[in-house]
């Protein structure tokens, strides 16, 4: 049986194996000879999982499915020259690591209860002769690293480390030594000498790991400390490259927002390595480490919804996932991932204060009870250890589950922004000359050019949980993503280059926010392309106002703005309603249309086209396969339905410009109500100098000042963001930006009577108050693209 998962997603099912309370082992204490036993007997227990009923489900299905597993490799194990399963050849680095996985899950069916081969000495055996002709074969000191590093310094040691500690009572000393040596070949000291290259965030964490287990493994005290210590410079945050950021961002690759994926990786093994090592001669005390349990809420929290983690922070991820043909296919997804991060996170309580942790089991235990689409502990990627973590918090009437929060987030130094309101949340994706439109690189997201672009995805509370899980990418237009403006240039797969991560020459992506609403602007500019475009985005109440301007491109071909491409999944007929008349439901179907004021797509939500647009729709079944955007999936076609919403710029625009407003959740009445309310939205500017939006019900008025001018109310005499909310209790907070980090002296002017400051930041210098305000800031080129706020009280 091919296996689809990628590298990194056998260490992700493998640290969610991690998932389970530090165990006092299966031996007495006398039994227990010194700190390394303990230590080993504590991963061992971390690995198996504890406190779980193998006989209830969900462990008893998934224990049988490991057994059904084991006997499957058993019965294609074939120990010969040039590899251990005919379809994993050992020239290939990452079938190395795919041998080594199997042997994983024949020794996890070897020492679990209840999986039919528990305690099989025959099992035990096999296990025994595979490792042997693995490190006969490919992995042993005298071969040399080839293919994909990742698999010679990560992937395969520490499977290899994992089965030998659950196997440990059956390995004669000698092989365990030429394991331990093997592991010391590709995984030295040196590797985690530097902080650079690849020994850097999730893959330094990676390396740690590894270290430590050959250190318990090999009694080796020098090791252990080396990996403790080695840990610290993942701590600290940073302000450029591999990271955490003060204002939440995740990066990884040095350009790529990562939370979901080498995030979810790097949290994974911290939480593994705190518990392990807590309590013993080399816990980690660094007091650093409060920052990565400070993530929780701060990185990791704003991405996850009901139970998945957001595309936008999941890299090359996205391209995972292989519909299951088995029980025990690979999920992938937005919400397989997000299972991960839940399992460790209730890992890294174990490691936190108190306080912390009850609190993360509440935000767990909500996650958990609202993921209807894909319901957690019916998840067959997770470990029974994870499954077991998960279970209790569940059942545990202590534990309160915490609601999703409303409010915004910006992550600047990751050009990523989430928006959440009650009933639903979204996330836009950027890209400037900081970030990468996409990144692509072992075969995987071959056509995710456009994903940086200004992608708008969104997810309501009780539906559309599965959008992006429903096998999305591999069918949906890749050149029409929602929320895009794009050319329709082809692009070659993989274009820009594997590892490439192309950015644009852009400085102005980011936004202002005040915690509740938000304004945000992209200069988009094409990939491999002359795209030029300016796009805001205003984060409201009910609704996201959407602007695209001075859209212009050279290419010679189409370029289109797309409001909408919503998959409606295997065989979807939701109801496309275009100004209180249904559109046809054929497949097939498309059609322009003029004068729309607005549209609905029923069970997902409303689209108003303030003043009425001409707008293009299609319904149509779209068919691709894995195997098209990453090379590892598999070849069998999928198919599913779309209904797209976009505005057609024509062949070589020249400053082009379009408006829409999206309510997630409305239905027709609301959508047709917002629509025939005019005064509702002031669209103050929408071209290559300035956006801006008026919103008087709420009190808004933003501006994104892509040059100095003068909009409504508003002024700048430089590039900037401008967010004012009048509170309607005789008060008003004005949140500036400089998106593009380099303004000293700017100068905003609200030309409305004020009072007095009420608050104000260090970076003001001055405030004039009177029949308008007008603030200065001296310096904003160290704040990151973070937001600063100034309360005053109106006169």
Not at 47 to 66: I, M, T
Not at 70 to 88: I, K
Not at 650 to 671: E, R, Y
Not at 674 to 701: E, F, H, I, K, P
Request: charged share 15%; net charge neutral; proline share 4%.
């Amino acid at each position: 049986m091919p296996l689809p998962w990628s590298r990194r997603s056998f260490l992700l099912a493998g640290m969610s194996a991690v998932g389970a309370a530090p165990s006092t082992g299966t031996a007495s204490a006398s039994a227990v000879a010194d700190e390394y036993d303990t230590l080993r007997l504590r991963w061992r227990g971390m690995l198996l999982g504890s406190g779980f009923d193998p006989a209830a489900e969900p462990f008893a299905g998934k224990l049988a499915l490991l057994g059904t597993q084991a006997a499957e490799h058993r019965a294609t194990m074939a120990a010969v020259s040039g590899s251990l399963w005919p379809d994993l050849p050992l020239t290939v680095s990452g079938s190395i690591t795919g041998s080594y996985a199997r042997l994983a899950t024949m020794a996890q069916a070897y020492a679990q209860p209840g999986t039919g081969l528990t305690g099989s000495a025959a099992l035990a055996a096999e296990i025994g002769t595979g490792l042997d002709h693995l490190y006969q074969q490919a992995y042993n000191p005298a071969k040399s690293q080839f293919g994909n590093w990742w698999d010679f310094q990560i992937g395969s040691p520490q499977l290899l480390l994992d089965i030998s500690v659950l196997l440990h009572d059956q390995l004669p000393a000698a092989r365990l030594a030429d394991h331990l040596a093997a592991v010391d070949r590709f995984v030295p000291d040196s590797s985690v000498a530097a902080y650079t290259g690849t020994s850097t965030g999730a893959n330094r964490v990676d390396l740690c790991r590894s270290l430590a287990l050959r250190g318990v493994l090999g009694r080796h005290a020098a090791k252990v400390a080396l990996a403790r210590d080695a840990l610290s410079p993942v701590f600290p945050l940073v302000t450029s490259g591999d990271g955490f950021y003060a204002d939440g961002s995740f990066v990884q690759h040095t350009y790529l927002s990562y939370t979901g994926s080498y995030g979810a990786v790097l949290l994974s093994g911290l939480a593994g390595l705190f518990s392990l090592l807590s309590g013993s001669t080399w816990a980690v005390t660094d007091p650093r480490r409060q920052l990565v349990l400070d993530s929780v809420e701060k990185s990791y929290a704003p991405f996850l919804f009901n139970g998945l983690m957001m595309d936008a922070v999941s890299g090359r991820s996205t391209s995972r996932g292989n519909p299951r043909s088995t029980p025990y296919g690979f999920q992938g997804g937005d919400h397989g991932r997000g299972h991960g991060v839940l399992a460790a996170v209730a890992l890294l309580g174990t490691a936190a204060s108190g306080t912390e942790n009850q609190r993360w089991r509440g935000l767990v235990k909500g996650w958990m009870q609202r993921d209807y689409y894909s319901p957690v502990l019916g998840d067959t990627d997770l470990s029974v250890a994870a499954l077991a973590r998960l279970k209790a918090v569940q059942d545990d009437n202590a534990v309160s589950a915490l609601a999703e929060p409303t409010g915004h987030r910006l992550f600047p130094s990751m050009d990523r922004a989430v928006h959440r309101r009650p009933g639903w949340a979204a996330s836009i994706s950027m890209a400037s000359k900081r970030m990468g439109l996409y990144e692509t690189g072992n075969g995987e997201n071959l056509r995710g050019w456009h994903a940086g672009a200004g992608m708008l995805q969104w997810w309501g509370d009780t539906y559309a949980n599965g959008q992006y899980t429903d096998a999305f990418w591999p069918t949906v237009d890749p050149y029409r993503l929602p929320g895009t403006t794009v050319t329709r240039k082809v692009l070659a797969d993989a274009e820009g280059g594997a590892w490439g991560l192309p950015r644009p020459d852009v400085s102005w992506v980011g936004g202002a926010t005040d915690g509740e609403f938000a304004a945000i602007g992209q200069f988009v500019r094409g990939l491999s392309s002359t795209l030029y475009a300016k796009k805001s985005w205003f984060c409201l109440a009910d609704s996201i106002v959407c602007l695209a301007g001075a859209v212009r491109s050279t290419d010679g071909t189409t370029v289109e703005t797309v409001v909408e491409n919503r998959n409606l999944g295997a065989a979807g007929t939701q109801a496309l309603t275009v100004n209180g008349a249904a559109q046809s439901t054929a497949l097939g179907w498309s059609a322009t249309l003029t004068g729309t004021g607005w549209a609905q797509i029923a069970g997902h939500g409303g689209y108003v086209f303030p003043g009425g647009a001409t707008v293009k729709a299609r319904r149509e079944a779209r068919t691709g396969s894995w195997h098209d955007i990453n090379t590892g999936g598999t070849t069998d076609p999928v198919t599913r339905r779309y209904v797209t919403l976009w505005f057609d710029h024509g062949v070589d625009p020249v400053d082009a410009a379009c408006a829409w407003i999206l309510m997630p959740g409305a239905g027709t009445a609301a959508t047709a109500a917002r629509a025939a309310d005019s005064g509702w939205l002031t669209v103050l500017a929408n071209d290559n100098d300035q956006q801006g939006v008026r919103v008087a019900s709420l009190g808004v008025t933003a501006v994104n000042f892509w040059f100095a001018g003068t909009v409504g109310t508003l002024a700048a005499d430089r590039p900037a963001c401008v967010l004012v909310r009048e509170h309607g209790d005789g008060t008003a907070t004005l949140c500036v930006c400089d998106p593009m980090r380099m303004q000293t002296g700017l100068t905003v002017t609200w030309n409305r009577p004020v009072a007095s400051v009420l608050s104000r930041p260090s970076t003001v210098s001055s405030a004039t108050t009177g029949s308008a305000l007008t603030l200065t800031f001296a310096d904003l080129t160290g704040q990151a693209g973070a937001t600063q706020r100034v309360r005053v009280a109106l006169a």
